[in-house]
T-cell receptor, first 111, second 116 residues
């Protein structure tokens, strides 16, 4: 989706709780979706991806859910740890090599 | 450590200067990307090279000139930049297999550019 405003949406969770980060994507023709984590001073880091022929994919402590009907993507992080604190971006591949990033969500993990 | 190396990490330049940003990867990836990222915003795609040929130019002003001299290197030549061009410039690479673009990208840590 389009990025608007000066402030990133923020999610604050207690250490050990589960986190859910949501994303609305823009193009109904997009067929590949990725979640990236960006820590301060670093480039985005791949977390997990999903193709449009799936609605759920699990990794280590992370799960991505895809709802194509409402163009919605979510990232679930189990047992959130302080090291999970970062900005999380969803991204969609809209065809060819074109990738569009969502606005991002800042995750704070309270110890 | 990131597998995509960008140099320099920081760059300050005047509006009349010419400089270049460099990116290198040795993962055998044949797609390479330049993104621009402003503070508190997502990365915005600028250019994509596939097999060392320019595939995408997202209507980027001509004061930014990309170059892909070989499959491991990507450059971004800068000339006569404006203060609004100050940003973090990220390079990424990805393998090419099956559907183009349907592979995760590996990012460098970027070059933070300031235009005086």
């Amino acid at each position: 989706g389009e990025s608007v405003g000066l402030h990133l949406p923020t999610l604050s969770v207690q250490e050990g709780d589960n986190s859910i980060i949501n994303c609305a994507y823009s193009n109904s023709a997009s067929d590949y979706f990725i979640w990236y984590k960006q820590e301060s001073g670093k480039g985005p880091q791949f977390i997990i991806d999903i193709r449009s022929n799936m609605d759920k994919r699990q990794g280590q402590r992370v799960t991505v859910l895809l709802n194509k009907t409402v163009k919605h993507l979510s990232l679930q992080i189990a047992a959130t740890q302080p090291g999970d604190s970062a900005v999380y971006f969803c991204a969609e591949n809209t065809g060819g090599f074109k990738t569009i990033f969502g606005a991002g969500t800042r995750l704070f993990v309270k110890a | 450590d990131t597998e995509v190396t960008q140099t320099p990490k920081h760059l300050v330049m005047g509006m009349t200067n010419k400089k270049s940003l460099k990116c290198e990867q040795h993962m055998g990836h044949r797609a390479m990307y330049w993104y621009k990222q402003k503070a508190k915003k997502p990365p915005e795609l600028m250019f994509v090279y596939s097999y060392e040929k320019l595939s995408i130019n997202e209507s980027v002003p001509s004061r930014f000139s990309p170059e892909c001299p070989n499959s491991s290197l990507l450059n971004l030549h800068l000339h006569a930049l404006q203060p609004e061009d100050s940003a973090l410039y990220l390079c990424a690479s990805s393998p090419i297999s099956g559907t183009p673009g349907a592979q995760p990208q590996h990012f460098g840590d970027g070059t933070r550019l300031s235009i005086l």
